[in-house]
């Protein structure tokens, strides 16, 4: 408690001036075609969009584009092509090992390529540990830039979220763009 | 009156194929950075904005960390105060051994780096894992980061090969990039999934939710908490937010500034602590509320350490991360360490050309090379100006106030063009190190104007 | 309006001929210039070192000296910057407001903001590569800065495009510093070479046969590098092209 003190005091006698905090007014980018420029920014990223076609099943196009996919984890009920439900397991540490994930997003953000999640699964693991994560969105729900994204959380409550933009990457060795550092190697949005 | 930075320069330079290297793939993240910025419009209006938000929340750290505070506790987060260093170490120490913890995996943090916390549980014989490609590499050499965002762009690719040859058993002679990095991943995924503690840095911390934001592009942030009961979150309390709102600014300009992407792969949020496990924020000083009170230095306090700076500067690509003094190098590093010790540090103060591409790149308008000059008038106070150049300058002086004797000078000064050529260029001229000097002309502008020869 | 010239002490001892361009060419639209005899330095050097305090004495001369003109113009945009951005801090500090700030002009600054000449008799048959310099640029915006995403402008192309014959290339890395930096040169004579050789290479990579900007000093040390190594280019201050001919 007192270093908590000490800290604030030292903080309140060195401040000088305070300055207001600024109005965040700015015209920030937006676009006529907020689907391309999604799949634009998320192929740069690593990883691909594919919009759901009318009379198209999900579950078609995730084996279509996973066909070699064995344990398949997804708690949502119209994917039926899971081979289990990840929130039935005890301990995160048994999704070791897992294929592919199949989970929801809220939204995606045009300008990056981001979807923005919040945990909807018992293991927030679900959404780093398998080799390719599948993120469904509904393609009404692209805002165009990080501002409008922001907005939308404003009421969303969540222990944890994440915008997650493409496979997990790194350039730690000499600036060589490699996928799958840790988590994903491959990430698939279906625009529905 | 050659200096540490300027010793350690010249060894890195005598490496010139390193150094042409060094420079061009640092540039390249430049490059990249400058297409980025030129996507966006608005580019110049967010990196105002940023700024103004962080002169905000900067004289504004007394209110916004209690506010910080009292929504991270009612989200159920265990929140600790650190005055310096070492009560940051104690801390941590503390939540490893009430959690009879003896493997801390972690994410990248300049943080734990500025508080030389791994040492210091190492040597308590705690198992410290740095769970970023980069840091794993350094970790493995023994070395500490060349740069603050790509912590190992100073070593080779057959060095990580050879090195990974010797810990991970891969194959002799194998040094591609794909093959290495996934010989990380599968014997990081062990660690991850045993480690007892996870911890983070901050790249934000929102004072009206009390979360802290946390960005990356391997996921490894992501997967060390996702195992562990436990995760330690810890952040320089200028790391702090005022809203959701502002991180819209923050997050636009982080990456693209400092590796060239629109975003990192991973932004992830922590609220709260995991069903039935625990939530440590801390918050540490460590010497930034003595920077509020230096008026001329206090936009130090702006940085979200993008990196930016490091890659713009024409010296750092020349010379690499570890010529300079100070654990973070670049522009920011100069600054920051004058802060933290002006005569321990001063040695950086020469790494600057100031030609000011830092102060034009920094998305948060810290005026850097400005406040290098200002450092450079307050080394002689400190009695740690170079006397040689001191001597220079004061000659320079005592001539120039003295126009006649310039004058003068000047009408001798062609002889200087006549001196013999191992005179001219002796291991003591500087100059002479790759460069002829300049020839003075015959006569003088103001001789020939006092002559009527201009017309 | 009356101008007086600004000769910074590197250009009176080593490049006068840059100095009697500027006359020739101010003279020649018309424009009543005068020298102020026995000019020195501007304090930049020993400020850039770390002794701000010891260039006090010719911030003071040079107030007195430029005080009866209207405008204080020079050839040499890191000098002019000096007078601008740092004379007003150093002499507030002896209760003196500086007026020469706001009064100084680059020479190419002047003739493009304040004269908007539109022609000249010039005529310099050859590809020059523009040496944008740090201090011309990023503090007398003499060109979009590289880091800033502002609309592309140079005033130095602006004026060059007037000159007849002429071929106008810039450097791929447009505006990179060259490692001059005043002592930076001495005190990291390693770090500032390295720089030198490679802006030089830059500019020789464009197939330019002359590196031409409004800084004497950025130009003095390229030729150092160029005259150590013997490189395939020369140097020449954009004042001697735009007045060629006079």
Known sequence: ?192 | MSTKHSKAAARFIANRKQEAWHDETLWMVRAKRDKMSHSLPEWERLRELACDIKLYTNSHLDTLLEEFEKNALANGAIVHWAKDAAEHNAIVLNILQQHKAHTLIKSKSMLTEECGMNEFLQEKGYDIIESDLGERILQWMDLHPSHIVMPAIHIKRQEVGEMMERVLGTEKGNADPTYLTHAVRKDMREKFLTADVAMTGANFAVASTGEIVVCTNEGNADMGTSFPPVHIATFGMEKIVPNRESLGVFTRLLARSGTGQPITSYTSHYCNPKEGGEFHIIIVDNGRSDILARPDHIRTLNCIRCGECMNTCPVYRRTGGYSYTYFIPGPIGINLGMLKDPVKYSDNVSACSLCLSCSNVCPVKVDLGEQIYRWRQDLDKIGRASSEKKLMSGGMKFLMERPKLFNTALKFAPLVNKMPRFMVYNGLNAWGKGRELPVFAKESFNEMWKNNKIK | MKIGLFIPCYINAVYPEVGVASYKLLKSIGLDVDYPLDQTCCGQPMANAGFEQEAQKLAFRMEEQFQQYDYVVGPSASCVAFVKENHPGILEKAGHVCMNSKKIYDICEFLHDIVKVKELKAEFPHKVSIHNSCHGVRELHLSSPSEMNIPYYSKLRDLLSLVKGIEIFEPKRIDECCGFGGMFAVEEPEVSVCMGQDKVKDHISTGAEYITGADSSCLMHMEGVIKRDNLPIKTIHIVEILASGL
């Open chain 1, 1 to 192: 408690m007192s270093t908590k003190n000490d800290i604030l005091s030292a903080i309140r006698s060195h401040t000088g001036k305070r300055y207001n905090m600024p109005e965040l007014t700015l015209d920030a980018i937006t676009y006529d075609d907020k689907i391309a420029q999604f799949s634009e920014a998320l192929e740069a990223a690593g990883g691909k969009a594919v919009v759901l076609q009318a009379g198209e099943d999900v579950n078609d196009v995730i084996r279509r584009h996973f066909p070699d996919a064995t344990r398949i984890a997804s708690n949502l009920s119209g994917i039926t092509c899971a081979t289990f439900n990840p929130d039935e397991l005890a301990d995160s540490r048994e999704l070791d090992n897992t294929d592919l994930s199949i989970v929801e997003g809220h939204f995606g953000v045009a300008e990056n390529g981001a979807v923005w999640i919040t945990r909807q699964v018992r293991h927030k693991a679900l959404y780093f540990i398998s080799d390719s994560l599948v993120l469904l969105v509904d393609k009404e729900a692209l805002v165009n830039n990080m501002h409008e994204a922001y907005k939308q959380t404003e009421n969303m409550v969540y222990d944890f979220g994440a915008f997650i933009s493409g496979p997990s990457k790194t350039a730690d060795i000499e600036q060589a763009l490699v996928f799958g550092a840790h988590g994903p190697v491959g990430v698939l949005v279906i625009l529905k």
